[in-house]
T-cell receptor, first 111, second 115 residues
Framework: DAKTTQPPSMDCAEGRAANLPCNHSTISGNEYVYWYRQIHSQGPQYIIHGLKNNETNEMASLIITEDRKSSTLILPHATLRDTAVYYCIVLANFGNEKLTFGTGTRLTIIP | ETGVTQTPRHLVMGMTNKKSLKCEQHLGHNAMYWYKQSAKKPLELMFVYNFKEQTENNSVPSRFSPECPNSSHLFLHLHTLQPEDSALYLC??????????????FGPGTRLTVL
C-alpha cells in the first residue's frame, strides 16, 4: 500500500511559486516527510525533510499540516531547471525502513 | 556534484558477458545502496550495505552480485543478464543505514543496455 499520494503531473510558470501537494493520511508519529526530486536521467536529489514543524532551506520550504496528514513542498521562484519528478516519501528515521520511491509528481516549469 | 561517483556512465553488454559497475562516495558515509530504475517504473531498492556488511537483499536475482570492500566503495558484478535487466542503476550513500538512511546522496547512475 502506498503511504503517500501525489498528483501525477503539474505545470508552473517560470518565476512563480510551485506548490506540490502530498497526502500521507496514515503517517505514524515517528515518521518524517522527505522530499526528493529527479531531473531527467539523473540520480534523485534530496530536497528537504520534516517531522511536524515547517522547514525551510536554500532549495525549498516544507509546510506540514497540524494533523500531519498532508504536506506541501514550495519552490518559491521556479526556474526551468526545476523541471523534474518530485517524490514525497514518509519514513521513520530509526529502524529498518528504507526509502521507497513511488511515481511522484512530474513538475514542468513553463517559460 | 553529490560526492558519489559511478562508472561507467553507460554500458552495453551481451547476455553472456561479465561486467562490473563501480560506485565511490567521498562523503565519509557508512551506508551504501544499489537501486534499479527501469523505464517508466519507480526506483527499486536492490541492496543495502551498512559498515561494509550487507543488511538488505531485496530478492535480487543471483546474476547481480554486490561487493563492498570498504565503506567508500561499492560494486555490482553482472553476469548472464537478460534484456529486461536493461535499466538505470543508481548508487547512493547515507550517513548510517541502520537509522533509516532518509537523507541519501545519489550518484549519476549507469545506463545499462543488455543485448
Amino acid at each position: 500500500d502506498a503511504k503517500t499520494t501525489q498528483p501525477p503531473s503539474m505545470d508552473c510558470a517560470e518565476g512563480r511559486a510551485a506548490n506540490l501537494p502530498c497526502n500521507h493520511s496514515t503517517i505514524s508519529g515517528n515518521e518524517y516527510v522527505y522530499w526528493y526530486r529527479q531531473i531527467h536521467s539523473q540520480g534523485p536529489q534530496y530536497i528537504i525533510h520534516g517531522l511536524k514543524n515547517n522547514e525551510t532551506n536554500e532549495m525549498a520550504s516544507l509546510i506540514i499540516t497540524e494533523d500531519r496528514k498532508s504536506s506541501t513542498l514550495i519552490l518559491p521562484h521556479a526556474t526551468l531547471r526545476d523541471t523534474a519528478v518530485y517524490y514525497c516519501i514518509v519514513l521513520a528515521n530509526f529502524g529498518n525502513e528504507k526509502l521507497t520511491f513511488g511515481t511522484g509528481t512530474r513538475l514542468t516549469i513553463i517559460p | 556534484e553529490t560526492g558519489v561517483t559511478q562508472t561507467p556512465r553507460h554500458l552495453v553488454m551481451g547476455m553472456t558477458n561479465k561486467k562490473s559497475l563501480k560506485c565511490e562516495q567521498h562523503l565519509g558515509h557508512n551506508a551504501m545502496y544499489w537501486y534499479k530504475q527501469s523505464a517508466k517504473k519507480p526506483l527499486e531498492l536492490m541492496f543495502v550495505y551498512n559498515f561494509k556488511e550487507q543488511t538488505e537483499n531485496n530478492s535480487v536475482p543471483s546474476r547481480f552480485s554486490p561487493e563492498c570492500p570498504n565503506s567508500s566503495h561499492l560494486f555490482l558484478h553482472l553476469h548472464t543478464l537478460q534484456p529486461e535487466d536493461s535499466a538505470l542503476y543508481l548508487c547512493a550513500s547515507s550517513q548510517d543505514g541502520a537509522s533509516g538512511g532518509g537523507e541519501q546522496f545519489f550518484g549519476p547512475g549507469t545506463r545499462l543496455t543488455v543485448l
